[in-house]
């Protein structure tokens, strides 16, 4: 095996190390001669470190090698992946700035940072670095920069507190996006209306409600809304036509009434095949048995009656709403495959029977369509 290994090029075994941690690659200069320069051409860095949080001498080491392992690297061989994972909140800034730094002065094209800092400031050269295509970063907070710059950026995922013009900032300047995640956006008081711009090439999207203007996401195939609150959509957002969404998934804070705002959003997807409600509080559903507001809306959607084919309600409870919810999709979704309930783990075995023995009575305008319950 080891012969086998041998007879490979250079740059086949550099892009075999490219997918094992940093340390471990390095520890392959042992093996010949011809492996111990091998590890400075491998076009990845990859460091983790989870234990050493109240370990001075560990962390120090740590922040020894990571620097060590960077600067030792062939700087005229591209950098295609960066990544650290770690636990530490007391990292000097000034060796970060340089890591990522030296990082973009290698043509990276991929970094993924999740560390424990209190706040992450990015270097100019690196929000400025043509060579970047995905970029991953989990913190508490980032600040510090004004203006962004990455032609090549296809992947942003953001789960850090930052300001909603930094979102903006960052939106702007990444003209040829596919796929966002933002988790944590800091509202200000000032107004920020007509700072975004749409994102035609975007195929995926996953927000906290009102962080993105949903026309920013006019192009998405998936989209996942988190945080929905009872306040009507339409006051909050200005919802374009979706032509080509397929699949959407919505959190709830809480049962308040969820329906009016999704069939306001429903009405601009035309193409929807798969919908998704997820109850982030199911403490505060109401009483089974007591009836909510419910109306029917005054047309069918178009999805529903042509194209949806699966409808997921989790952390099912039963209320009168949600019962008349599932039941109008049951009786108008003409294609529909499969519809799933998945109830609250703490909910009483003769409870959940009830609510299977509800819906199973439904009657299904699809004769397809399968009731599963989870």
Not at 196 to 208: G, Q, S, T, Y
Not at 312 to 319: H, I, P, R, V
Not at 344 to 366: A, H, T
Request: charge should be neutral.
């Amino acid at each position: 095996m080891g012969n086998r290994i041998n007879i490979l090029p250079d740059d086949v075994l550099c892009h075999i190390l490219s997918f094992v941690p940093t340390e471990e690659v390095v520890a392959t200069s042992v093996l010949s001669k011809r492996w111990k320069p091998l590890w400075r051409s491998v076009p990845a860095l990859d460091f983790t470190c989870w234990n050493y949080s109240s370990n001075d001498k560990a962390r120090f080491r740590f922040v020894q090698s990571v620097s060590t392992f960077i600067l030792s690297r062939d700087l005229n061989q591209p950098l295609k992946r960066f990544r650290i994972r770690c636990c530490s909140s007391v990292f000097d800034s000034a060796f970060f700035n340089a890591w990522l730094t030296t990082a973009a002065q290698s043509r990276v094209e991929h970094i993924d940072l999740c560390m424990d800092l209190k706040i992450i400031v990015l270097p100019s050269i690196l929000l400025n670095c043509s060579t970047l295509v995905v970029l991953k970063l989990t913190c508490q907070e980032m600040s510090g920069f004004s203006s962004v710059h990455l032609p090549s950026l296809k992947i942003l995922h953001l789960v850090v507190f930052l300001e909603r013009t930094h979102l903006a900032a960052f939106l702007c300047g990444t003209p040829n996006l596919e796929d966002l995640v933002t988790k944590c956006v800091r509202f200000s008081h000032y107004e920020t209306k007509g700072i975004f711009r749409r994102l035609p090439k975007l195929l995926r999207a996953v927000i906290v409600k009102d962080a993105v203007p949903l026309d920013v996401l006019y192009n998405v195939h998936f989209l996942r809304i988190e945080k929905m609150d009872d306040k009507h959509i339409e006051d909050q957002l200005q919802i374009p036509m979706f032509h080509n969404l397929t699949q959407i998934e919505l959190c709830y804070f809480d049962y308040a009434h969820y329906w009016i705002d999704l069939f306001e959003i429903l009405e601009y997807c035309p193409k929807l095949q798969n919908l998704s409600i997820y109850m982030e509080c199911p403490e505060n559903a109401p009483e089974r048995g007591v009836k909510e507001d419910w109306s029917c809306p005054p047309r069918v959607p178009k999805c529903i009656s042509f194209h949806l084919i699966s409808c997921c309600l989790n952390k099912y409870s039963g209320t009168f709403g949600e019962f008349e919810f599932a039941k109008y999709i049951l009786q108008n979704a003409r294609v529909l495959r499969d519809m799933t309930i998945s109830t609250c783990e703490d909910e009483e075995e003769k409870e959940k029977l009830e609510m299977i023995k509800e819906l199973s009575l439904c009657i299904r305008i699809s004769s397809t369509c399968k009731l599963s319950f989870n």
